[in-house]
């Protein structure tokens, strides 16, 4: 199969996807949209709210338009030596894995994925769409539940703790092995109602889950981080939310028990600290007292960092709708996966 047949056969995918968020049957997507209502049975986090929001950001993705000019950058040479790649897919937000399942498939190679306990359905029949759409592509999946063997390369995504395991395991073979990673925002106290809410949504998607949520906010010294909270009242539903709820409750207790400054909005907590990593229903925040010290925090966490918000860096409301050529980690998939399909480069 050629490029140009994979890029129409994925922008078709697209199509179906939009109309999946979107919540409209069509002739592919009925096991797919039934997916999407039961997901939460099996993990609580997948909230049929928070699939559609996932599945439509792929969907936004996945045009002609787009993935024409992904590929245009690369020197993709069509072979009949086909590279059978591991994909380790991790399962802390729906379809985390997609654009690995994607960057394999384009390339016109063969997926070995292993999907995560928590998030196996939802890759299956975006598989199975794909297969009905071009039944050659059926040929270039395969779903392991047991041990991966028989692979050329490694994809895989998980924990600092695993990743120690990963990088053990695959040291012999060509391999992209990511691991724990946080987002920031930067405020710089020129933002408007319209960007702080956007903040909201780059904090509240998918409970935090996320290596793109946004994890601490860095304030210029002076500012008055309520003026940001005050804007983020259309997300306090989510502590009715019984996982979420419960994780506040026991920040929260925490908290209190040590004598620990932080603010409670009702929904979210927000305290003052160092680190970056803040826990579920928790918001970091700390203040700068000039750029040049901001950018010397920024450059020594760059390998912590997924992604960084704000005036100069992606605007608001982005970090969690990456374009097809933000890769995470900033390791380039495409260029790796090339790289093992042709010596000498």
Not at 131 to 136: H, K, L, Y
Request: aromatic share 12%; proline share 2%; with cysteine.
């Amino acid at each position: 199969m050629e490029l140009n047949k994979r890029i129409e056969t994925f922008a078709k995918l697209g199509e179906i996807l939009r109309d999946t968020g979107r919540g409209i049957k069509n002739n592919y997507n009925g096991e797919l949209l039934a997916i999407v209502e039961q997901s939460h049975f099996k993990n609580g986090w997948f909230t049929p709210d928070n699939v559609r929001k996932s599945i439509s950001s792929i969907a936004g993705t996945l045009t002609m338009e787009n993935l024409n000019k992904w590929m245009s950058v690369y020197p993709i040479v069509e072979t009949t030596r086909v590279k059978n790649i591991g994909v380790i897919m991790a399962g802390n937000i729906p379809l985390v894995g997609f654009h690995d399942f994607l960057s394999v498939l384009i390339t016109g190679n063969r997926i070995m994925a292993k999907r995560s306990s928590k998030d196996a359905d939802l890759i299956t029949a975006i598989a199975k769409i794909l297969g009905t759409i071009e039944s050659s592509f059926s040929d270039y999946i395969e779903f392991v539940d047991g041990k991966l063997a028989g692979f050329d390369a490694i994809i895989a995504t998980g924990s600092d703790n695993s990743s120690r395991y990963f990088e053990y395991y695959f040291s012999k073979y060509d391999n992209i092995i990511r691991k724990n990673r946080n987002s920031i925002a930067i405020l710089d106290g020129s933002e408007d109602k319209n960007e702080l809410k956007l903040l909201g949504e780059d904090i509240f998607s998918y409970f935090g889950l996320g290596c793109r949520s946004i994890s601490k906010i860095y304030i210029p010294k002076g500012y008055d981080i309520m003026v940001a909270v005050n804007e983020w009242d259309d997300y306090s539903e989510i502590i009715n939310h019984s996982k979420y709820a419960n994780n506040y409750d026991y920040n929260k207790a925490i908290y209190l028990v040590n004598k620990e400054e932080f603010i409670d909005t009702g929904f979210m907590l927000i305290k003052r600290e160092k680190a970056i990593s803040s826990p579920v229903s928790v918001l970091y925040f700390e203040e700068y007292d000039s750029t040049d010290s901001l950018n010397n925090v920024i450059l020594s966490n760059l390998d912590r960092l997924q992604s960084v918000t704000g005036h100069g860096h992606l605007p608001f409301g982005k970090a969690q709708n990456p374009d097809l050529w933000d890769y995470a980690d900033g390791v380039d998939t495409i260029d790796f996966i090339l790289k093992i399909n042709l010596p000498n480069v």
